[in-house]
T-cell receptor
Framework: EAQVTQNPRYLITVTGKKLTVTCSQNMNHEYMSWYRQDPGLGLRQIYYSMNVEVTDKGDVPEGYKVSRKEKRNFPLILESPSPNQTSLYFC??????????????FGDGTRLSIL | AQSVAQPEDQVNVAEGNPLTVKCTYSVSGNPYLFWYVQYPNRGLQFLLKYITGDNLVKGSYGFEAEFNKSQTSFHLKKPSALVSDSALYFCAVRDEGAGGFKTIFGAGTRLFVKA
């Protein structure tokens, strides 16, 4: 089954304690992206990756890091989390081989609470 | 800069009635437009996308969208709403003129279908 898998689904942690949210896709997609969803703001892009070792900032990259060492994985790293990073996070992937009109496939989300 | 507006936070409709969820966009090049739906505790699911030359696009679950180039709109429609259509709907755009495959999402419209 084609899917994007995020882990963990829920996490409560404290300010300053480094954390990583993993994302893996099994569709051999080139493009992967991280979003955060906040009420009234929709989804805002944090980082995206066009392919292995190619990453770029989205609209709200501050406080986040990513890496793309393998095509299937795109982890999101919070080196020193702060309460304003409490949010619902989504990983997504899509093919780029046939152009920009390919839809994204989303994971089920990670709800992150930083105290 | 590309942008997406969903002017209604919430749309209420009775079951069996037609529904419309509005979306307007602004891009510098050709638009690549999408609608996604989000059910509680789930990631976004692709509903439909604009296909160049088709002003009325059909998608999943009986939904369709009407593209209007002069009004820069891509409204989501369904002839007869179901209670199970109640969810959060997002309009999204990729801009041919923007770098890479960056996608901008609207703030979302919550649809309530009353039995």
């Amino acid at each position: 089954e084609a899917q994007v898998t995020q882990n963990p689904r829920y996490l409560i942690t404290v300010t300053g304690k480094k954390l990583t949210v993993t994302c893996s896709q099994n569709m051999n997609h080139e493009y992967m992206s991280w979003y955060r969803q906040d009420p009234g703001l929709g989804l805002r892009q944090i980082y995206y990756s066009m392919n292995v070792e190619v990453t770029d900032k989205g609209d709200v990259p501050e406080g986040y890091k990513v890496s793309r060492k393998e095509k299937r994985n795109f982890p999101l790293i919070l080196e020193s989390p702060s309460p304003n990073q409490t949010s619902l996070y989504f990983c997504a992937s899509s093919s780029t081989s046939t152009g920009r009109n390919q839809p994204q496939h989303f994971g089920d989300g990670t709800r992150l609470s930083i105290l | 800069a590309q942008s997406v507006a969903q002017p209604e936070d919430q749309v209420n409709v009775a079951e069996g009635n037609p529904l419309t969820v509005k979306c307007t966009y602004s891009v510098s090049g050709n638009p690549y437009l999408f609608w996604y739906v989000q059910y509680p505790n789930r990631g976004l699911q692709f509903l439909l996308k604009y296909i160049t030359g088709d002003n009325l696009v059909k998608g999943s679950y009986g939904f369709e969208a009407e593209f209007n180039k002069s009004q820069t709109s891509f409204h989501l429609k369904k002839p007869s709403a179901l209670v199970s259509d109640s969810a959060l709907y997002f309009c999204a755009v990729r801009d041919e003129g923007a770098g890479g495959f960056k996608t901008i999402f609207g703030a979302g419209t919550r649809l309530f279908v009353k039995a």
